[in-house]
């Protein structure tokens, strides 16, 4: 079984100001791991994923994430943030094999960025 | 148009009521799934088709059940809605194939759902 926890609910940052948004995860096999984000109204868009090689991940939009094995941890940062970066995201694992797409969630976070 | 396209999307229905959420997409990914999405709790995981003959249930599939009519259809039906599904659903697709450098398993979400049960 796997499971993601998302540390915080809810962020918030001014405008220009770098962000850290945390992900822990447990599973007792290889994973894959996701940050999807979602819009207000709209369904979720992948920002970045990890699947092999380098633990330093770039995505879209200026975030990238770093997969730490010892840490089971996949944290999300982006070094300077803007309005347009509010949404909810959200980090999920998917197990290896014929099962991979089948993705667990985290709760997500809120990220609400100020002017 | 959408690759994966949902209907409808918001409903109103009452308590007891048959409903069915459709979904279809044109992106020829063999792979189909629905989640519900409730405030706090993410994104959980009802049912997931392999392909067209494949079915499994997921984290939370009491009270729903699906049909996979086609490779690009995947329906899903609550049979005697109850006000604690209320929620957002959405239904994703993905492709299995896992290739270095190629498509390799992303979701592909539909814009969402919006059920309501009084």
């Known amino acids: 079984a796997q499971s993601v926890t998302q540390l915080d609910s809810q962020v918030p940052v001014f405008e220009e100001a770098p962000v850290e948004l945390r992900c822990n995860y447990s599973s007792s096999v290889s994973v894959y791991l996701f940050w999807y984000v979602q819009y207000p109204n709209q369904g979720l868009q992948l920002l970045l994923k990890y699947l092999s090689g380098s633990t330093l991940v770039k995505g879209i939009n200026g975030f990238e994430a770093e997969f730490n094995k010892s840490q089971t941890s996949f944290h999300l940062r982006k070094p300077s943030v803007h309005i347009s970066d509010t949404a909810e995201y959200f980090c999920?694992?998917?197990?290896?094999?014929?099962?991979?797409?089948?993705?667990?969630f985290g709760q997500g976070t809120i990220l609400t960025v100020h002017p | 148009d959408a690759d994966v396209t949902q209907t409808p999307r918001n409903r109103i229905t009452k308590t007891g009521k048959r409903i069915m959420l459709e979904c279809s997409q044109t992106?020829?990914?063999?792979?189909m799934y629905w989640y519900r999405q409730d405030p706090g709790l993410g994104l959980r995981l009802i049912y997931y088709s392999f392909d067209v003959k494949d079915i499994n249930k997921g984290e939370i599939s009491d009270g729903y059940s699906v049909s996979r009519q086609a490779q690009a259809k995947f329906s899903l039906s609550l049979e005697s809605a109850i006000p604690n599904q209320t929620a957002l659903y959405f239904c994703a697709t993905s492709d299995f194939a896992h290739r270095a450098g190629g498509n390799t398993g992303e979701l592909f979400f539909g814009e969402g759902s919006r059920l309501t049960v009084l």
């Open positions: 992106k020829g990914h063999d792979r």
């Open positions: 999920a694992v998917s197990p290896g094999g014929t099962s991979y797409g089948k993705l667990t």
